[in-house]
Each structure stands twice: as C-alpha cells, then as structure tokens.
C-alpha cells in the first residue's frame, strides 16, 4: 500500500535560520508531488508542485524553495525564515484515475 | 478569476443531517474533492464527483451540478466525532487543486 511520510512533526525555529523539512512516499513510482501551508484558520495555499525528479513548479514567490532530488521524495527549504512562515505544512501525492490528492501527516513549524 | 466559496462555520446536533454548500467558479473543470480536517491534523480524503449526480458513501453523500458550478455534501446521523472542517476543492485545467478556506462544522450533543 502506499504511504507518505513528513518530518520532523513538529518544529520551532528562531527568525533568520534555515530550513529543511522532509516529504517521501512509499509504494508508488512516479507521483506528483506538492506542498501546501496553512496558516493558522487560513485556507490551504499551494506553494510547489513536482511533476518528476528535478522538476519543480513554484506558486507563491516568497523565500522559500522546493527541490525534488529522487523520485519519492520532496524537500521544502528555507535559507532564513520569516515570522510569517509559521503554519501547518502539508505535503500530498496524487493517485489513482481520478487523481485524489492524498495528504502526509504534516509539520507544524513555529518561528519565533 | 477562480474562486471557492463555502460557509465559514456550521452547528448542527448530534444524530441530525447537515448539507455543506460549495460554489466554485474556475478554469475548466476536472473533478471536485471533498476533505474532512480535524483540529491539528492533516486533511482526509472524504468524496470525489466528477458527473453531475449524487454519490454516497456510508453515512456521507456528495451532489455535483456542473452547470450551476455547485456541490454539496451531505452528512447524515451526525456523531459527535464529525466536528471538523470540510474542504471543498475543484480540479480545474491543470493538475493543480483549488481549495475553498473550508467550514467549520460543530456537533452539539
């Protein structure tokens, strides 16, 4: 069966460090790959998308970056957080004919 | 533009039927999703239409009118563990979805 994967599950960072937060899925090859935050009460916002290794699709211009270097795994990166980067971080898979996005577990970071 | 739009909150009580609205104006269409998310936890897949019609699974149903760019979802003998919130999402042209800010759905005993 297929299972997705997110790590660490929960973060606080200072203002202005880095970061790295973690996305893989087992038990299928190839997936589309996508990040999303939600910000506390807020909607889900898509930030990435990944089609295939290497190739990334980036919705909001902010100071964050995604990288997809194997194919079941996603990597969302920061090189200096901002305060508003706080929010709950959700990477999801599609699968199946119709394509149903299927959500990892999430990082809820916090940056003080 | 595109645009989701569903209520922010919803009360119901316990046993009752509550119907969650979504309208939806977008790119094209491919298929309109429905989420269940519970306080602090990731989103759950609950339903997907793609037709115009109604779709049941269990306790839970979905409607899809495609000319009125319209859905809904239908819980019946509400539990109190269906206290969450519902996300409407519309695949439009690409493969990209478009969520709605979802409702947040409170079942009183």
């Known amino acids: 069966s297929q299972t997705i994967h997110q790590w660490p599950a929960t973060l606080v960072q200072p203002v202005g460090s880095p970061l790295s937060l973690e996305c893989t899925v087992e038990?299928?090859?190839?997936?589309?790959l996508y990040w999303y935050r939600q910000a506390a009460g807020r909607g889900l916002q898509l930030l990435f998308y990944s089609v295939g290794i290497g190739q990334i699709s980036s919705e909001v211009p902010q100071n964050l970056s995604a990288s997809r270097p194997q194919d079941r795994q996603f990597i969302l990166s920061s090189k200096k957080l901002l305060l508003s980067d706080s929010g709950f971080y959700l990477c999801?898979?599609?699968?199946?004919?119709?394509?149903?996005?299927?959500f990892g577990p999430g990082t809820r970071l916090l940056v003080l | 533009g595109q645009n989701i739009d569903q209520p922010t909150e919803m009360t119901a009580t316990e046993g009752a039927i509550v119907q969650i609205n979504c309208t939806y104006q977008?790119?094209?269409?491919?298929?309109l999703f429905w989420y269940q998310q519970h306080a602090g936890e990731a989103p759950t897949f609950l339903s997907y239409n793609v037709l115009d019609g109604l779709e049941e699974k269990g306790r839970f149903s979905s409607f899809l009118s495609r000319s009125k760019g319209y859905s809904y979802l239908l819980l019946k003998e509400l539990q109190m563990k269906d206290s969450a919130s519902y996300l409407c999402?519309?695949?439009?042209?690409?493969?990209?979805?478009?969520f709605g800010t979802g409702t947040r759905l409170q079942v009183f005993p």
């Open positions: 999801a898979w599609t699968y199946g004919m119709e394509e149903t996005q299927y």
């Open positions: 999402a519309v695949r439009g042209n690409t493969d990209k979805l478009i």
């Open positions: 977008t790119s094209g269409f491919n298929g």
């Open positions: 038990g299928t090859s190839n997936p589309n």
